[in-house]
């Protein structure tokens, strides 16, 4: 059942069996989410003291300091983090993978969007913002959430794969 009645939610859009929508069902957002959310924290900042003048003569002021609630709201760690797994493995530039992005339901599902949404969420320039922000650290800790979502997937297919795949025996010669 879809909540909006005009419009179709992605997995009714989609091959759930696709891939990318397998991992996105596997993937742990919850603990990626967690680790990189310390990246993204805003940071108190010290003021600058400067000198004011006023009727009473000059005073110091601090300008500048304090938690700044100032800027656009964020997007989501989990589309950040899926549009940066999607530029590594189909290695595309910032630019192609947000362009892709738009144009690709399955992607869009990976990303963790409810509904399709054909214009572009956010400026190419942020998918290399991202990656900054959340260091080396953060980039190893979403390969190592995907390896290991991936051997999930992979593990009971070898093991079906290796028991149903028969040997292959040499012939004996005739003579």
Known sequence: MTDDFFRARLEQMIDLKHPL????????WGL??????PSFVRKDREGKVIAGDDLFGTTLEIAGGGISKAGRPRLSIRLMASLL???HAYNLSDEDVVARWAENVVWQYFSGQTYYEP???CDATQVGRF?????EAGVEELLK??????AVLVTPFWSVLCCCVPMVMPIPPRH
């Open 145 to 150: 959430a995907t390896i290991e979502a991936a």
């Open 119 to 121: 214009k572009l969420l």
């Open 131 to 135: 990656r900054t922000a959340i260091g």
């Open 85 to 87: 797994y999607l530029k």
């Open 32 to 37: 990626i989410e967690t680790a990189l959310a």
């Open 21 to 28: 929508a397998v991992l996105a069902n596997r993937m742990p």
